[in-house]
């Protein structure tokens, strides 16, 4: 091999060990999400480092300084616009990474460290993509940004000082912007690059994806191939068909910029980007308190601690662990949207009948999150004692049941609301 | 290459703990000096920050101009003059106690309905319909000479409407 090749081959093995095995080479294993977040994450760097040297961010040019991006500099519109879809493809590409990790039993023993630093990422891109939705100074921006920043208000002990912190002050204005703006071009993307780095070491240490287990040959080793080409080669045709999409899609399909902020006017509807849709729906129907604190603080809990507690990962490399758990898969997912859309309906209706309003720091908080905490419970037993299921299967049948509630909420959200938030035919 | 420390005179057991946990003991200052550091920069911010009101006696109008129970918007003090049935004034603020919204006033419903999350508010500011957990804030108003004049400087939390909120002539 000629030297030069040699070297560009070392640099690759770093990430990548010398060899992988054969069988996690498999496209409809990790369906290559993980590659796709990686290749979104380059794109984002890329396009954001051109925008920054356009972008003022101080609140009377920022605005201005966006219209000067999109009509004036050559590429500039498709330049955002990739960066925009990049974003928003990355939400959902991850969400799948996540449920593809969990599907095939990846955060068992091994990867739990992993599947933490997933989380963090996870959350770290959400709070990326929130941050540069306040960037533009627009309608859309400034509100979601005050309905943000008043929901960590509503946390207790410290909400207060939370609020002002971010906020630069009690009010929305030129520190709030400074404050995003260092958030997003700096903080985030720092931080989120070493932990993508600890990310892939862990999967490499890990031995690579996870495979199937093998009862009658536990000593075989599955054989072998050497990463370059196999793996190097499939990573750059998901990669590159992935780049081609987003910049196909960047041309056709514009990013919404709203006329400039206004202080003295919600736009009508005024709603959250829609990776916070299933946030705002919570809003919609409990007390403030348990719909930005309570619940989201039991729900990352939960996510945070379920490859610690014992037996909860499915059957490695074997999508829903078995056939069994394929089924019990489907039928969480239909029953999980029928109950999901049952609930929004009726809360509407009571919602709508209420002329007065009674205590909703009990029937709007501590009334729904203990008839949540019974519910599961029972149906964990339920599923586990009388149904015979095993942990892990019950397990999952919860973070599906979790994704699937989520996703009816964003539809919801997205399509179903109108002016006011009321449901409407779209 | 031969390590020497373990040749020549290994530094004792003790002497290597203590220096471990200075060192340990050091690291954490320094996380802790740039903690502080980081959050008195911060913090400077907030001060800085805080809205100048030069002027925070706002003139509504005179008390002929507004009939009982409506609702008048006052953009220079963003905030609304709400004349109830018996002739006194309320001063609502407009900004939704639920996450910060900006409320505008529904003519036809005869409630303030917020195009967050859909909360209303009736004439007095209170709560008609979740998710607002509490009425919205009111600023205290004064009447000199017919003239209606609100003191924006605080928005007042409450509870609940009393009659004390708001002003008669
Ligand atoms: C910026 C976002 C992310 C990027 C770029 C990323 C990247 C990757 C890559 C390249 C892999 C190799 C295997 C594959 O392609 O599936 C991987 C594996 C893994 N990821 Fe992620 N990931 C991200 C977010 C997450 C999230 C949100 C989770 C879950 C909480 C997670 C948990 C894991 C775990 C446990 C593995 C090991 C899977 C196995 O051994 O089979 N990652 N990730
Ligand atoms: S901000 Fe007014 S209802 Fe949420």
Known sequence: MPKSRRSITDLILHLHPPTVPEETLRFNLSWGLGGMAVMLVGLLFFTGILMLLVYQPSTDQAYTSILILTREVPFGLWVRNIHHWSANLLVVISVLHLLRVALTGAFGPGRRLNWVIGLFLLFLLLSSNFTGYLLPWDQLAYWAVTICTSMLGYIPFCGQWLQELFRGGAEIGPATLANFFVLHVAFIPGTLFILLLWHFWLVRRAGGLVQIKKNDAPEAPSPRVSTVPNLVMREAAVGLALVAFVLTLAIFWNTPLLEQANPGMSPNPAKAPWYFMGFQELLLHLHPVFAVFVWPLLGAAAFLCVPFWRDTALPTGVWFGSGQGRTLAAWTTAIGVVATLTLILIDNLLLGSATAVTNTFVTRGLLPTGVLMVLSAGLYSWLVKKLNYSRAETVMAGIILVLVTLTVCTIIGVWFRGPEMHLVWP | ?169
């Open chain 2, 1 to 169: 290459m031969v390590d020497n420390r373990n040749n020549d005179t290994p530094p004792g057991p003790n002497r290597r703990q203590f220096l471990n946990r200075l060192w340990a003991f050091f690291g954490v200052v320094a996380l802790v000096e740039f903690g502080w550091l980081g959050l008195s920069f911060l913090n400077s911010r907030k001060e800085r920050n805080k809205p100048v009101k030069t002027e925070s006696i706002v003139t509504a109008g005179a008390v002929e101009q507004f009939t009982p129970a409506t609702v008048t918007a006052v953009p220079l003090g963003q905030f609304y003059l709400a004349c109830l049935a018996d002739g006194s004034f309320l001063a609502l603020s407009r900004t939704c106690t639920h996450l910060g919204c900006s409320v505008p006033w529904d003519e036809e419903k005869n409630q303030f309905v917020c195009p967050c999350h859909g909360s209303t508010f009736n004439l007095t500011g209170e709560v008609l319909s979740a998710p607002a957990p509490r009425p919205l804030d009111y600023y205290p108003v004064r009447i000199e000479n017919g003239i209606v004049k609100v003191d924006i400087s605080t928005p007042q939390k409450r509870g609940r409407f009393e009659s004390t909120q708001a002003t008669r002539i």
